[in-house]
């Protein structure tokens, strides 16, 4: 029942882990009703989310987050997200924002997926967008 997060290759930067952890455990329960949370955060390049991304999703294409449920009760949220620090450090730089920023929009945008939220349709992608600008709100405010 921990949050863990794990370097493959690249250094992520990630800072006061121990607040995120507790944000994103409140996060969780308010909107899963959940406190059993075990999930793994792993940081990574291009090539090896490219090489997740061909393999368990047949999308042949570069990707900032893959995100993995891997719960089998509803009582407990078990998952795996990937995130590529290559696309990070791009994305942040084409959208003009502060890498801290842009890392956790996207650890918030996984965490997101796993509450339900979806991202396909305009509407879904309008209605992330503006829970992860709510939550990196929140969470700076929180810090």
């Known amino acids: 029942m921990a949050i863990h997060?794990?370097?493959?290759?690249?250094r992520a930067?990630?800072?006061q882990k121990r607040n995120l952890t507790a944000f994103l455990k409140q996060l969780i329960k308010k909107k899963l009703g959940i406190t059993n949370i075990t999930i793994a955060f792993v940081f990574c390049n291009d090539e090896a989310l490219l090489e997740k991304n061909i393999q368990f999703l047949q999308h042949n294409t570069l990707t900032d987050i893959i995100t993995?449920?891997?719960?089998?009760?509803?009582?407990?949220?078990?998952?795996?997200?990937?995130?590529s620090v290559d696309r990070l450090r791009e994305n942040a730089q084409r959208f003009g924002v502060h890498y801290q920023t842009e890392l956790h929009r996207v650890?918030?945008?996984?965490v997101l997926h796993l509450c339900g939220y979806k991202d396909k349709s305009?509407?879904?992608?309008?209605?992330?967008?503006?829970?992860?600008?709510?939550c990196?709100?929140?969470?700076?405010?929180?810090?």
């Open 107 to 110: 650890i918030f945008h996984g």
């Open 68 to 83: 993995f449920d891997l719960s089998e009760k509803k009582t407990a949220l078990v998952a795996e997200i990937y995130i």
């Open 5 to 10: 997060y794990y370097e493959q290759e690249v």
């Open 136 to 143: 990196i709100q929140q969470y700076f405010a929180y810090k």
């Open 122 to 134: 305009k509407a879904d992608k309008a209605l992330m967008t503006e829970m992860e600008n709510h």
């Open 13 to 15: 930067d990630l800072r």
